[in-house]
Every structure is written in structure tokens, then in C-alpha cells.
């Protein structure tokens, strides 16, 4: 019997740790909170939670030296699994109240104010995932999760123009206008919504994600 996979969820002061490893430590695998540099790039995989400003967030990822980290890993083709504005701040710059920041830029686009009459975004709704999804593999197309933001991103700019390349897997979601709900990149996937707080569905598409570590 193999042993158990490591993920490290990294706490850099801006997200539900001890909720995610909760939710990771139920599909079996090895989970530990830490910021420590060495454990951190050593796990099988890193998750990234966050929550609050994606400014705020930035700031404090870039305190912990999560940033580097993230980068390393991703050179190496280590796998990282960010959730929320763990998610946001993988892309190229976050828009809030006309102040931009800086994001790690993995991704080209803009996180920007959710077009909805109703915001935030709180509670659940379903996702459009594409054909060959692992993350939503076993999955019902009704299945629901639970969100909880005010920005998203709403446009997809990223192409690959290499045919040995695989293209990103996006999954949209609809609030007001579609946005990104997860995306599956190599090594780097990520969700907008809270799969720790989705219920069963969530737990399947974490154990979904432990199953590629």
C-alpha cells in the first residue's frame, strides 16, 4: 500500500487553512499547515487558499515568500492548487476600487468587479466544465459549489500555439456575466469557489486533485 501524499496548505495570514485541511485530510492524504520554505517545496502538492483583498493577499504571499515558492514549483512541474483569491492572484493583476496590483502572473488577465446586480456572489451555483475535466471528473453537470466573492475574472486570453502543448481546461460559471470558476493547467489548477465548504461535490474534486499528485 503507498503512502499517503503530502500537501502542504500554506498559511500566509489570508486564508481558511484549518477549513481546507480539513477537507484535504478527509480524502486521505497527509496534510500539514505551514509557511515553512523547505516543507513547502517538498510537498507532493500545494494548496493556496485565500480570502479577503487580492492587494492584501499579494502582500502577504509575498512576505512568506510564497510567490518564489509557487514559482519554483510550478518550473519543476510541481503540482499547486490555489482556491478563492488563491486562485485570483495566480492571474496578471487584480482591479479593486481603480487601484491595480500586481498579481504572480501564471496567467494573462484582469480580476475585476463581479457585472451583477447582486454582489457579492454568496451561496451555490453550478459550473460548466469542459468534456475532458479531470478536476470535475465523476461529477454531475448539476452538481453545485459554494461561492462567496465580489471580483472575478471575465475573459480567457490565454493560447497555446504549440500542438505538443496541452491547452488549459477553463470551467465558467455564471454571475451577471460568465466567469472563470477553475482552470486545469499543467501543474497549476485552480477554483473560484470554496470546494472545503462544497459539501460532497468538493470533496470529490479535492480527492480528484489528490489523485494526480
Known amino acids: 500500500m503507498s503512502a499517503p501524499k503530502k500537501v502542504v496548505v500554506f498559511d500566509y495570514g489570508f486564508g481558511n487553512v484549518r477549513s481546507a485541511e480539513r477537507a484535504v485530510a478527509r480524502t486521505g ?29 499579494m502582500r502577504g504571499l509575498r512576505e512568506a515568500r510564497g510567490d518564489w515558492i509557487v514559482d519554483r514549483r510550478l518550473s519543476g512541474g510541481r503540482p499547486v492548487m490555489g482556491i478563492c483569491v488563491g486562485m ?3 492571474f496578471a493583476r487584480g482591479i479593486e476600487h481603480g487601484v491595480e496590483t500586481e498579481g504572480l502572473g501564471e496567467w ?15 451561496g451555490w451555483n453550478t459550473v ?9 471528473a465523476g461529477l454531475d453537470a448539476d452538481a453545485r459549489f459554494y461561492f462567496v466573492h465580489s471580483y472575478a475574472v471575465h475573459d480567457w486570453s490565454l493560447e497555446t500555439h504549440n500542438p505538443s ?12 456575466k460568465p466567469f472563470v470558476a477553475a482552470v486545469e493547467n499543467g501543474a497549476l489548477w485552480a477554483t473560484q469557489f470554496h470546494p ?8 470529490q474534486l479535492l480527492t480528484n486533485w489528490i489523485g494526480t499528485l
Open 196 to 203: 472545503e465548504k462544497s459539501g460532497d461535490a468538493g470533496a
Open 128 to 136: 460548466e466544465a469542459p468534456a475532458d475535466t479531470e478536476l470535475f
Open 108 to 122: 494573462p488577465g484582469s480580476v475585476e468587479p463581479l457585472q451583477a446586480e447582486i454582489v457579492p456572489h454568496m
Open 88 to 90: 485570483q492572484i495566480l
Open 29 to 57: 492524504a497527509d496534510v500539514e499547515i505551514t509557511r515553512d520554505f523547505d516543507t513547502a517545496m517538498n510537498a507532493d502538492g500545494l494548496l493556496v487558499p485565500g480570502v479577503g483583498a487580492f492587494a492584501s493577499c
Open 165 to 176: 502543448m496541452k491547452a488549459p481546461k477553463v470551467t465558467w460559471s455564471t454571475h451577471g
